[in-house]
């Protein structure tokens, strides 16, 4: 784990989420282990779905997925779960670090008992299960509509916001993932690659792409990419600096090249961005 949290700040907030919306929230570290939750308790659907090894597996796979596709997106990922409820999981961030994620989940989000439980009998079936018990469960659930979801999704995100303010995590220093990335901010405009910083590191590059991949969602060509797109994006929106100083800039010898990134990653080229950004 790179970072360290502190449990009672964090499961006071856990709380307060779950008294405004009744939905259980969880807390992973950046190695997708359960740090918090509130309540503590599984949610008794989940303990059915577990009672199978398969069913026990798919959650575990489920929420590693989930936390690996909100990471590589940068972004709040809403999306029915295995068994066939609603989940929402939102990155945590200090500074461009993922230092772990922040899930909502077992929500019965649909228009009717009969219709959900037609769609999780058909998602479980494999398992060896207690059917009968299942739609026990699903129907004492509450129905929660899309609207409602899309609510807590935001608050959510606030509640990932705020843990972040308030510093209720902090980053291990020593650990290599900070280093890698606090050499990376120093020189992301500097003519650096994967090898080079490998090099640095003295670490082979498969280690270096999954720990690019576990803290940015992405190889660390694409986050020196990106982070180079958002310096341009800066200085196009604050200055009338030329596009050819601009690439400069950000690291790009070739102006034709940055054109060409430029507009790959945005949708539209500098120049119709930096028109768009004066009006």
């Not at 990335?181 to 992301?188: K, L, S, V």
């Not at 500097?190 to 190889?219: R, S, W």
């Not at 600096?241 to 090249?257: F, M, R, T, V």
């Amino acid at each position: 784990m790179i970072s360290t949290f502190d449990l009672t700040k964090l499961n006071s907030l856990l709380e307060d989420f779950y008294r405004l919306t009744r939905i259980r929230i969880t807390v992973f570290d950046d190695q997708f282990a359960e740090l918090a939750s509130y309540p503590e308790h599984v949610a008794p659907f989940c303990q059915i779905i577990r009672t199978d090894k398969e069913g026990h597996e798919q959650c575990k796979k489920c929420d590693q997925e989930a936390c690996l596709r909100a990471a590589k997106q940068h972004s709040l990922y809403t999306y029915r779960c295995h068994a066939g409820l609603t989940e929402s999981i939102t990155p945590l961030y200090l500074g461009n670090i993922i230092i772990g994620y922040l899930l909502f989940g077992h929500v019965f989000a649909y228009d009717s008992h009969e219709k959900g439980w037609h769609i999780i009998e058909e998602k479980c079936r494999n398992y060896k299960l207690d059917m009968d018990l299942l739609k026990k469960e699903c129907f004492s659930m509450p129905l929660h509509s899309e609207d409602y979801i899309t609510s807590a999704s935001h608050i959510l995100e606030a509640v990932a916001s705020y843990l972040c303010l308030e510093r209720m995590a902090c980053l291990r220093k020593q650990e290599l993932p900070v280093q890698i990335d606090e050499y990376i901010q120093t020189h992301f405009l500097e003519d650096i690659t994967a090898k080079d910083i490998a090099e640095k590191f003295e670490i082979g590059k498969t280690q270096l792409y999954e720990i690019a991949k576990q803290n940015y969602g992405v190889g660390i060509a694409e986050h020196i990419r990106n982070l180079r797109i958002e310096k341009a994006k800066q200085l196009l929106e604050n200055n009338r600096l030329p596009l050819a100083e601009i690439a400069s800039q950000c690291g790009y010898k070739d102006y034709n090249y940055f054109i060409t990134v430029f507009k790959r990653v945005v949708g539209i080229s500098p120049k119709k961005y930096q028109s768009i950004s004066e009006r």
